[in-house]
């Protein structure tokens, strides 16, 4: 999954107080969100797969939002 020629994603050391200051007061759960966005850099790293992402967080985004229209769907993927 990894491809030297690409750079890695390294976050600031402050991303994360910074993220949660900014969804601080929302009506969603925060801590999904950093979740998520930590994964999402894994993704960008090439540590983890479109499909892997989408799959570990489908039931989470399904009870926080009612339904899962991220663009990550791998084909085939039954969400029933």
Do not use: C
């Not at 910074?18 to 790293?45: H, Q």
Request: proline share 6%.
């Amino acid at each position: 999954m990894n491809n030297p020629q690409q750079p890695r994603l390294t976050p600031i050391d402050e991303w994360e107080d910074e993220a949660t200051a900014m969804l601080d007061g929302v009506e969603y759960d925060t801590e999904l969100g950093l979740r998520m966005a930590r994964d999402a850099i894994r993704v960008s790293n090439g540590e983890l797969s479109d499909a892997e992402f989408h799959e570990k967080y489908h039931d989470e985004v399904l009870a926080e939002f009612g339904e899962d229209e991220r663009p990550t769907k791998p084909e085939g993927f039954d969400d029933d």
